[in-house]
Each structure stands twice: as structure tokens, then as C-alpha cells.
């Protein structure tokens, strides 16, 4: 797949993610409410290689999230993120925990955020898209930032995540792997 055909995938992705999340904040009889104290999260993204490796990658990103008692516009959250990247004929699926802190500006109705994480990561090969990833064990470092909409039964969330991967120097070989993301997420 050459880069145009992979950046019309990526803003087709974009354009399908805002249609969806302008029909669902325009079902009748969705009025916001308040955020819960505790509530799960279940994601989905596209992204691609930051490196110029041509790889499509797919995220997925289960999550707890929890309000900080005291902290209005702080949470913390959990993930239990699994991404698949294809890479020329080959798969490689890495798996993770993460936790994150979301900064959130308090609004009624429509709600920036901005999160950082980072967390251990295990993955089935140690390479990658030609960049060799030195084993298969690895930190990720994750930030990004989006919107989120909460209507009374459901939270929906749109959102950019950057994704870094590295070993830390644990083997002799590291050079890591760069992605991008574009999210859609539902909190029940």
C-alpha cells in the first residue's frame, strides 16, 4: 500500500469516526448528564507507522477509568491494550497494561482532554515492519488528547494518541517503533 493510498485510509477513518459521533449526538432524547465516579471504557483506533514503514495497525483499548476523590479534572484510568500491526504478509500483535492520567477541562456537555501513560508490553515477534525491536518485551509511552461527549447512559470519546515502543536498552539491539492513532471509545 503505497503512502496516499495509507493517508486516504487514515482520513477515511477520521471522516467515518465524526459522522458516527455526530449520529449519536443527534439521537433524540439524549440529554447530558453528569460523569460516573467509575465506568469502563471500550476503544477502537487506526493508525499507522511513524517511521515510514508503510504498516496499517488497529488498537484495541479496553479501560477502567476512575474519577480522583478531590481532583475534578484529573482520572485515572487502566488499559488493557492489544494492537495488531500488518506488515508486508506478517502480523505482529502486542499486548499491554497501561495506566494513564486524563486531564479533563469540567463542562456540561462537550469535554477536552488531554492523557499521558505508559506501561510493560509483550509482543509475538521481535521485529517489525524492518525496524528490529530487539526482543520481545517492551515500554510503551503513550500521549494524546481529545473530546469527550456524555449523554446520560453512554460517554463517547474522540481522540489522537501518539505511541512510542521501546525496549530501554534491555537488549542490544533497540529501535523502537513510532505510531499514530485516531480513537473512537464508548464509556458505559
Sequence with gaps: ???TSLT??????????????AAVLTIPDYAFSDEKDLYFELGIGGGENLNGLGTRQILFAPGLNMKISGVNML????????????????LTVIGGITPFLRFIIPSDKIRP??????????????DTGGRILGGRFFISAMAGGGIEFVTKDILVSLSYRARHLSNANLYSYNQGLNSHYLILAFGF
Excluded at 485510509?9 to 459521533?21: C, D, H, I, Q
Excluded at 482520572?75 to 506478517?90: K, L, P
Excluded at 492523557?115 to 521481535?126: T, V
Design 1 to 3: 500500500m503505497g503512502q
Design 8 to 21: 486516504c485510509a487514515v482520513g477515511n477513518r477520521l471522516l467515518l469516526s465524526f459522522l458516527l459521533l
Design 75 to 90: 482520572r485515572f484510568r487502566v488499559e488493557a491494550n492489544t494492537e495488531f500491526v500488518y506488515d508486508h504478509g506478517q
Design 113 to 126: 482532554f488531554l492523557e499521558i501513560g505508559g506501561g510493560p508490553n509483550l509482543s509475538n515477534r521481535d
